[in-house]
């Protein structure tokens, strides 16, 4: 019987009001400003063109707030062309040439839909005009083919509504009104689908773990068909629907292991052929062009680097041309004109957050646009490798190894790192500032896809189920003892640090290995399996049928959940745990905290403890970057006996950075 079932209100109570979290000052540690650093958001982001291609628009950050920024190539200017100094656009959509829709986001989490129009003499910007349109709100599609039309979707109560509105009309209430809703009479859909006159033709719901359900409309004078009912854990997620044929192209993996891009024809209901398919890996996602009539790129997974599937010409030779021209393989067209006269592309990679670049088709001409990040060139990142290693039944597991820039001088401490979830998450070798953090103070970072990942087919996600604390763990073990085994880190020098199940993993391999380990610490970590099934924020019909299916049912299975919750293993920890959690956090609930603080103290435990009263599962507040992760170093150079942070700069030569005679000065 779980022995907090009844005293959870108890524990909340004492620890709330008797016990303060100590919350030790490192605002002037090294690691904290190096923190502040590297978790810094881009300063450039959600850059896009006008259909012709003439004007280029981005959001830059600001000290407080941002600002939507114009670039009118015709004239070289640049222009600011709205202050936001709440920082409420979190994205917008240019409809024409000269008119765009923002999408904006209130504190209360709340949508709204603005339309700005940019009025221009000899090609100069001579004045702005802005406008509401609609509130809570989102752009469904642009319609490229419709002259001043766009899709919208309102939230209104538990459903959401779709119209077809045109902005050049003086009255936007009057196209709200009920029989101007395009889904009045439609299924309850999620998501929707329409053609190039932007009727809709298409709409699907995907629940979290639950069945996918897609409807079908042959015109607008026929009702809504159900042309497809998913089966439990099977993937069909349309993409694009061709008006002439009738067709759907689709990303699914029914009756087979991996994510493929198919044709489905509605009429037979059935597959009709399969338009690409990457051997191994799974097709994570698609991008359109922006006529929306046709796939710009597939993107998939392959040894930790993110790779793009070019379905046009333009964009595979594009593509590789600036491969080859700027010599790296991380290089990718993103986005471009509607007459593809402009076309945006990024250059990134496990060390590089970002670089815009904007090319002239017409002048063939490459420019770089802007360096989402150009204060981290004054660190040295670590390199990313994959590692491959075999778990106790003899599965692969792909993991990513990032080394930091001193490795050749010293062996690095190492930080094994698992992902949450965890069952289709992944981790991959793409920049990741938590990441780079660590390796940029000289340790080494080792992120394993243990069974259950994403990227990797059904089979080996599906060889995830219920194995929390058992096999995953196996999985996480081996890649440890693989990178020790090829020399690469310390092996007498290795931690475990994670967030959510990744939490929970550090916890529990510490447990498991504490020879392997020499201390754990978990953000927002499960701690006590059955919790999870009382948090009535997340547990929908759908969600507790999957969570008991792939985890575990409480009601039958109570003892081996049990067997396998850090909270009820305490008195086996021999190694020194740091338990952080946000106050907010309604995916795992403060308790989980609170019983593991308890049982920690009951034993007697090392242990250090930090609550962010301000922050949910995850993070929300860059101050809480800061504070966890200048904490953290404190933790690991503490229990790993290292020297006191340095960040590795780019000015720093081999002869400046802490030597293997400065480590051992510390035994």
Request: glycine share 4%; with cysteine; proline share 4%.
């Amino acid at each position: 019987m779980n022995k907090f079932a009844s005293f959870g209100i108890f524990i909340f109570l004492v620890f709330s009001s008797a016990f303060k979290i100590a919350r030790a000052d490192h605002i002037d540690s090294t690691a904290y400003q190096h923190a502040k650093d590297i978790f810094q958001s881009s300063l450039y982001y959600s850059i896009d063109s006008n259909p012709e291609g003439s004007l280029i628009t981005y959001l830059e950050r600001l000290e407080e707030g941002q600002r939507l920024m114009l670039l009118n190539l015709q004239e070289d200017s640049l222009q600011i062309l709205l202050n936001d100094q709440a920082a409420e656009i979190n994205h917008y959509n240019w409809i024409d040439n000269d008119t765009i829709v923002i999408n904006r986001t209130n504190s209360n989490f709340q949508q709204s839909l603005s339309q700005l129009s940019l009025n221009f003499i000899d090609n100069q910007l001579s004045n702005i005009y802005q406008r509401p349109l609609i509130d809570n709100a989102i752009v469904v599609d642009t319609l490229p083919y419709r002259e001043d039309r766009v899709l919208v979707k309102q939230f209104l109560e538990k459903k959401s509504y779709l119209y077809n509105l045109n902005l050049s009309a003086r009255n936007i209430s009057g196209q709200l009104r009920n029989r101007y809703k395009l889904n009045r009479l439609a299924p309850n859909a999620e998501h929707w689908l329409s053609d190039t006159s932007g009727k809709l033709r298409i709409g699907f719901s995907s629940p979290r773990h639950g069945a996918t359900m897609v409807w079908f409309r042959p015109d607008e004078s026929k009702r809504w068909e159900l042309i497809w009912k998913g089966r439990k854990h099977s993937t069909f997620r349309p993409i694009l629907f061709d008006d002439d044929k009738d067709q759907l192209m689709v990303l699914s993996n029914h009756e087979r292991d991996f994510v493929e891009l198919l044709n489905f024809d509605i009429a037979s209901q059935s597959f009709t052929e399969v338009l690409l398919k990457i051997p191994g890996y799974d097709i994570e996602s698609v991008e359109l062009n922006k006529k929306r009539d046709s796939i710009l790129f597939a993107s998939y997974t392959q040894d930790g680097n993110h790779r793009r599937h070019y379905m046009n010409e333009l964009g595979d030779f594009l593509s590789e041309s600036l491969k080859r021209d700027l010599n790296t393989p991380n290089i990718w067209v993103v986005d471009s004109s509607l007459n593809d006269k402009i076309v945006i592309a990024l250059k990134r990679d496990g060390k590089n957050p970002g670089i815009f670049y904007l090319f002239d088709t017409r002048k063939w001409e490459l420019t770089e646009f802007a360096d989402t990040q150009p204060w981290l060139s004054q660190f040295q990142l670590g390199d990313t490798q994959a590692i491959s290693s075999n778990s106790s039944d003899g599965l692969t597991i792909e993991s990513y190894l990032t080394l930091p820039a001193n490795y050749k001088e010293v062996k690095a401490p190492l930080i094994v790192m698992p992902h949450g979830g965890p069952i289709s998450v992944r981790s991959s070798a793409d920049y990741d500032p938590h990441v780079q953090f660590l390796a940029s103070l000289g340790y080494a970072v080792l992120r394993p896809n243990f069974r259950g990942s994403s990227g990797y087919g059904r089979k080996f996600i599906e060889a995830g189920k219920q194995q929390w604390g058992k096999l995953i763990e196996d999985d996480i073990e081996s890649a440890v003892r693989e990178v020790i085994h090829q020399g690469l880190v310390d092996g007498d020098k290795v931690c475990i640090y994670g967030s959510s199940y990744g939490g929970y993993s550090a916890l529990m391999s510490a447990i498991r290995s504490p020879e392997l380990f020499k201390c754990a610490a978990s953000y927002v970590g499960v701690t006590d399996i059955s919790l999870m099934y009382n948090n009535d924020a997340n547990n929908s019909e759908s969600i507790l049928k999957w969570r008991k299916d792939f985890v575990g049912d409480p009601q039958q299975q109570q003892e081996e959940l049990a067997k396998h919750s850090p909270v009820y293993l305490a008195e086996k920890l021999q190694v020194p745990v740091f338990l952080a959690q946000g106050e907010l956090d309604r995916v795992v609930d403060k308790e989980h905290f609170y019983r593991m603080r308890y049982v920690l103290e009951e034993h007697g435990k090392e242990a250090q403890y930090l609550l962010l009263p301000e922050e949910v599962h995850g993070f929300s507040r860059l101050q809480s970057y800061y504070e966890l992760y200048s904490q953290l170093d404190s933790f690991f150079r503490k229990h790993l006996n290292l020297p006191a942070a340095n960040p590795l700069t780019a000015e720093q030569k081999p002869d400046d950075q802490p030597s293997a005679e400065d480590y051992e000065s510390l035994n």
